[in-house]
């Protein structure tokens, strides 16, 4: 009998034994599977909703709804372009995500990248639908909006912030940044002159020929630039980096290949709006009455960047001129020496002539922009009328374009 009851026991202990494997084993399964779809809801907590402009987000689906539901076309520019002040904010998160991974140098790179996406991709949906004034005036925007807007309002509010003490900044940083884009303004100018040297039929031709030179030149000094910032000279960007390091927590919210995943799917998004907004922007001026020039050179350029104007203003409240440099001249500079020049770079590979004349007006205010920001930004210093004068100066081009207006229905292709 006793041995039968231990037998009996040891056997109920192996049968209970075997039940809480069993039990531990579907534990251990239901927590990974809880794991994993905890996860998933957090990353679509902090793409999707990690940020003030999440209010934006039902405006995705309604530019879809709007499209193929058919309302009017101002409807759909509307929400289109507000659907991408959400994104490019998002777009400029997840690179800031995978670049915790990535180390600096790689992260510096996917800045670049990544850094004025949004920019380009309107640039390249304007262009494969031929309507290249468009895409002039959207990358002139971007720069002026960045040089005189953002740049003058973080000034500006910085100055008045700090009205008891002198704000300062890295000189060196700021003249790298404005010689390039003095390089830039020089490129421009030379194919604008070139019209008036002599006959329209034959310096045309020339024109584009010297534009594509000129676009190699450009990207060649923006890589070289690069190197410069990421490999050489880091020293005169380390005050930015090291700033950066102290307002953050240097944990990633998201994962890397998440990161990546979301990446490639918000440009997706992004590249499908843009497409309406490039679409929509000549019917929206109509129905407005505004002319296309302004939507395409002053409205797009500020909603396209908010979140990046926004943060910018904020690092100059707290006495942080070096990162609204960065961001403010730092944009400006690779749309101007690189998403202009690979522009017309693709458009030469598609068979489309684009030059970088950017005709008279354009041009003299994109010299004018750049000039008085590198004189604002000479001594080192920072106070409220330098912003006030660079704000000023944007107003100033800003009722130019909204009374003067150039047609939009160029098609040129070769």
């Not at 049968?15 to 809880?34: D, I, P």
């Not at 304007?126 to 807007?149: C, I």
């Not at 960065?326 to 598609?350: N, R």
Request: proline share 2%; glycine share 8%; with cysteine.
């Amino acid at each position: 009998m006793d041995s039968n009851r231990e037998q009996l026991l040891e056997n109920g202990n192996v049968k209970g034994t075997s039940r809480t494997e069993e039990e531990v084993h579907h534990g251990m399964n239901f927590s990974v599977q809880n794991g994993k779809v905890r996860r998933v809801l957090s990353n679509l907590q902090v793409v999707l909703l990690g940020t003030k402009l999440s209010v934006l987000l039902p405006t995705i689906p309604l530019s879809f709804v709007a499209v193929y539901c058919g309302f009017g076309k101002a409807w759909i520019f509307t929400m289109s372009l507000l659907a991408l002040t959400l994104l490019a904010e998002r777009i400029s998160f997840l690179t800031e995500q995978v670049a915790y991974y990535t180390g600096p140098t790689v992260g510096g790179l996917l800045n670049a990248t990544f850094g004025n996406a949004t920019e380009l991709i309107i640039a390249i949906s304007a262009l494969n639908q031929h309507k290249l004034q468009l895409l002039k005036y959207s990358l002139l925007g971007s720069v002026l909006s960045n040089l005189l807007l953002v740049l003058g309002t973080s000034l500006f509010c910085g100055g008045l912030a700090n009205l008891r003490s002198e704000q300062k900044f890295e000189r060196r940083q700021a003249h790298v940044n404005c010689l390039l884009l003095m390089l830039g303004a020089f490129c421009h100018m030379l194919p604008m002159l070139l019209q008036y040297a002599g006959d329209s039929t034959v310096t045309g031709g020339q024109a584009l020929e010297l534009s594509r030179a000129l676009s190699i030149i450009m990207l060649f000094s923006y890589v070289t630039y690069l190197f410069f910032q990421l490999w050489t000279h880091r020293t005169f960007f380390e005050s930015n980096e090291e700033s950066n390091d102290d307002d953050d927590d240097d944990v990633a919210a998201v994962g890397f290949w998440s990161g990546f995943v979301w990446l490639f799917v918000v440009t997706i998004i992004t590249a499908w709006l843009s497409e309406y907004v490039v679409g929509t922007i000549e019917d929206a001026s109509k129905s407005w009455g505004l002319s296309v020039s302004f939507l395409s050179l002053i409205l797009v350029p500020i909603l396209g960047n908010a979140a990046e104007h926004a943060g910018s203003i904020i690092f100059a409240l707290k006495n942080k001129l070096d990162i609204s440099l960065g961001v403010s001249l730092g944009s400006a500079t690779q749309i101007a020496m690189f998403v202009v020049p690979a522009c017309v770079v693709v458009a030469w590979i598609m068979g489309i002539n684009m030059d970088i004349n950017f005709n008279l007006i354009e041009t003299v205010s994109l010299t004018l922009a750049v000039i008085t920001t590198s004189i604002a930004l000479q001594d080192g210093t920072s106070h409220y009328v330098k912003g006030l004068i660079l704000i000023l100066c944007y107003i100033v081009i800003g009722i130019c374009f909204l009374i003067f207006e150039t047609p939009m229905d160029e098609k040129q292709k070769g």
